[in-house]
């Protein structure tokens, strides 16, 4: 049975047991349903548009919470000895590259209302940089290859320990600190002129998908 015979029916019910007072009652009741859920279905719509630029923020507080702890030493031992903490590291990188397809995808889109278009390409910019220079693969290359030298430094510690300058332990320990500072922090530039582009254009008040 459809919707519209379903309608029909309980209307000549209610007309034949009750009169035509009830069935106004019951058309009545029947439109307000119907309005309830076209008005459900568009706050869950607006809901979904407006948590673009605030999911990313929110992957890109994620990461520097993250970049805090493996920009030294100390961290980059965490990454390279706890299974759990490098999947969460490598997690909150592909997170970031998710939602800079979501941006790049909408601002490209041709129903995209272009409002601020100087904004928008430096936006994309920002954005085709970072993808371009940090790619998942070369992300975690390059931090197996910070383990590896980490690895090779402890392992001749005893060795090195008493020697002076670049090749003692402190030396060493300072050099790869210093590489690996440069690289995680670059990754925070980047993400802070994606944000601060992405917050210019206001990207979840235009229309487009």
Known sequence: MNRAYD????????????????TKIIA???????????????????????SLEKEFDAVAQEWHTLSEIIDNYEGLAEYCGSADFKKQVIT?????HHFDSLIMDKI?????????????????????EFES???IPSFIEHLKDECDARHDIEKGRKKTANEIGAES????????????YKYI????????????????????DISGS
């Open 133 to 135: 220079e940090y790619r």
């Open 7 to 22: 309608i029909n029916f309980l209307k000549y019910l209610c007309e034949t047991l009750y009169g035509v007072r009830a």
């Open 169 to 180: 332990y402190s030396g060493q320990v300072y050099l790869i600190e210093l590489e690996l």
């Open 108 to 128: 490209q889109a041709p129903s995209f209302v272009h409002e601020n278009a100087h904004e928008e390409k430096k936006t994309l910019k920002s954005i085709e």
């Open 28 to 50: 009545f009741i029947i439109a307000l349903s119907g309005i309830s859920c076209i008005s459900l279905a568009q706050n869950a719509t607006t809901e979904q548009k407006e």
């Open 185 to 204: 922090h670059h990754i925070d530039k980047r993400l802070d002129h994606i944000e601060k582009h992405l917050h210019k254009i206001h990207i979840d």
């Open 92 to 96: 909150s990188i592909r997170k970031i």
